[in-house]
């Protein structure tokens, strides 16, 4: 049975950083990543990342966030920096591999002064 346990996120002023992790268990996951949903608005891809350490992200993130993975760990980070009001949303974790995707709870994140 697959878990992820997602944590870090918060409330943080603009500028701010705030780092959100995911530890998936049950078994090894080619691509893991992050999607966030704000309010009235769709899910969307924020960053992804494969074993193999390949990257992706949104425009409107680059060169504020970075993504990485521990894969001893089956675990994935996402690293956000220079936060801005835009970037609060509610964040999910989302691993796949082969035919098969899971989703974390999603944790909240809120950048606000």
């Known amino acids: 049975q697959v878990q992820l346990v997602e944590s870090g996120g918060g409330l943080v002023q603009p500028g701010g950083s705030l780092r959100l992790s995911c530890a998936a268990s049950g078994r090894i996951f080619n691509l893991m990543g992050w999607y966030r949903q704000a309010p009235g608005k769709q899910r969307e891809l924020v960053a992804s990342?494969?074993?193999?350490?390949?990257?992706n992200f949104a425009d409107s993130v680059k060169g504020r966030f970075t993504i990485s993975r521990d894969n001893a760990k089956n675990t994935v980070y996402l690293q956000m920096n220079s936060l801005k009001p835009e970037d609060t949303a509610v964040y999910y974790c989302?691993?796949?591999?082969?035919?098969?995707?899971?989703w974390g709870q999603g944790t909240q994140v809120t950048v606000s002064s």
């Open positions: 989302n691993v796949r591999g082969g035919l098969l995707a899971f």
């Open positions: 990342i494969t074993y193999g350490s390949n990257t």
